[in-house]
């Protein structure tokens, strides 16, 4: 049975920071792309941060500078490092492995308030 689970997300104050992790069993998770995306309320998800196989990465510009996402294939894990948080990085925040197949985590919480 294949899982993605997030952790890593909280509440912390504005220019603060937190780093998600996206643990993977059930796959390898080297062999995929993977993306974070997030959904804040009342809004559409959006994607945030993609990692490629060849670990090629790419942001939206309204992370780009603060957020870094990274794997670690020893831990079948990727990583987003969001530093600078401000209140429109409030969200749900979800892991997404993509191959022939596409998983999805559960999702994590970050919630950015003074």
């Known amino acids: 049975q294949v899982q993605l689970v997030e952790s890593g997300g909280g509440l912390v104050k504005p220019g603060g920071s937190l780093r998600l992790s996206c643990a993977a069993s059930?796959?390898?998770?080297?062999?995929?792309?993977v993306r974070w995306y997030r959904q804040a309320p009342g809004k559409q998800r959006e994607l945030v941060a993609e990692?490629?196989?060849?670990?090629?990465?790419n942001y939206i510009n309204s992370v780009k500078g603060r957020f870094t996402i990274s794997r670690d294939n020893a831990e079948n894990t990727v990583y987003l490092q969001m530093n600078s948080l401000n209140s429109e990085d409030t969200a749900v925040y979800y892991c997404n492995a993509v191959r022939s197949r596409e998983y999805w985590g559960q999702g994590t919480q970050v919630t950015v308030s003074s």
């Open positions: 059930g796959i390898i998770l080297s062999v995929y792309a």
């Open positions: 990692i490629s196989r060849s670990e090629t990465t």
